[in-house]
């Protein structure tokens, strides 16, 4: 959660350039829906037949609400969660979830397993790495990503701010073969103001993420990009996603369609109304740059397997054959 920082700096902020290029290769869609929910970073899980949001709303931490397709929300009920919440579902079926909490005059990130189906409650919480604590009055730092890699470890992207000043936020990962303690991955994923990650594909060779900034483009608001990677270590210019509706922070969302995201936000009626309300809309690769995509991973050379034999294919290995 980044709004503390945003409100200071919107008093100092000029008209400055976008640290991103507008592009065509995604477009985003504000869906005309009015969902109800309050809060910012909103997570979301497609849960028996609706979205499930969990969001920081309030003292009380996380709070959880279930929207069908229509937009229509309704309350669910459960145990408390520290803010900032999202969680990872493991190939046997268990969950685990991450979240903020306080302590001792600090905020750390912690992990507990999940009690039930729709994870309402936890289990015991445990820190996920000392060097994911920070004191309380450290602003710009958090909102955890927890991603499930193809390998089967678990990578959490992590706001840091090294250095305070005008959009020194970068993005840091920690790394876990368990899922439950951490390790720091040495340099920095993005630079320049980027904040509030949510990697929404995790494929080999194919990643994408949907992000925010601090307010670092001439509109003086945040605003939403999307960034891919081949191997989610090295992430491209974030592209600003531009359009009637959108603007705000805390990104969340789930694939619906090949290239297609449904994705929940958080939204103010200003910069600094501090009124944030949860928006809906849909992120979409656009038809062209799928057809370029998948033109450029059919002209790629794969190395392939077949018994003793290791042989090189354009596109995919052949019948018989395995890639290495």
């Known amino acids: 959660m980044k709004r503390a920082l945003v409100v200071a700096l919107a008093l100092t902020i000029s008209t400055l350039p976008s640290p991103a290029q507008a592009s065509n290769n ?18 979301v899980e497609r849960f028996n037949g609706v979205d499930r949001v969990w969001r920081s709303d309030g003292p009380n931490g996380t709070t959880i609400s279930d ?4 937009g229509v929300c309704t309350s669910v009920s459960g145990s408390r969660i520290g803010p900032d919440f999202t969680l990872v579902t493991f190939p046997n079926g268990t969950k685990r979830a991450y979240f903020k909490d306080f302590e001792g005059g600090f905020q750390q990130v912690y992990s507990a397993p999940c009690t039930d189906a729709g994870c309402t409650s936890i289990g015991t919480k445990t820190p996920t790495s000392s060097e994911m604590r920070v004191p309380m009055n450290t602003k710009a730092w958090g ?41 720091k991955e040495p340099g920095w994923r993005l630079e320049g103001g980027y904040v509030d990650t949510e990697v929404l594909k995790a494929k080999d060779g194919d990643w994408v993420m949907i992000l925010a900034d601090i307010a670092c483009t001439a509109s003086n608001r945040q605003e939403l990009f999307v960034s891919t990677s081949k191997d989610g270590l090295t992430w491209t210019t974030p592209q600003i996603l531009n359009g009637p509706g959108l603007g705000g922070l805390d990104p969340t969302g789930y694939e619906i369609a090949k290239d297609e995201y449904r994705i929940y936000f958080a939204q103010e009626t200003r910069q600094g109304a501090n009124d944030f309300t949860i928006k809906r809309g849909t992120l979409k690769l656009n038809a062209s740059a799928a057809t370029s995509v998948q ?24 019948k018989g054959y395995v890639k290495k």
């Open 26 to 43: 995604w477009v985003m869609t504000a869906e005309n829906v009015t969902l109800g929910i309050n809060g910012v970073s909103p997570h």
């Open 67 to 70: 929207c069908n397709d229509a």
């Open 143 to 183: 909102v955890p990503d927890p991603v499930l890699l193809p390998d089967g470890r678990v990578r959490i992207y992590i706001v840091e701010t090294p250095q305070m000043g005008r959009c020194n936020e970068k993005i840091a990962t920690y790394i876990s073969t368990d899922g439950i303690t951490f390790t």
């Open 295 to 318: 033109s450029n991973k059919s002209k790629t050379k794969v190395t392939c397997v077949k018994g003793k034999k290791t042989k090189q294919f354009v596109g995919k290995c052949p």
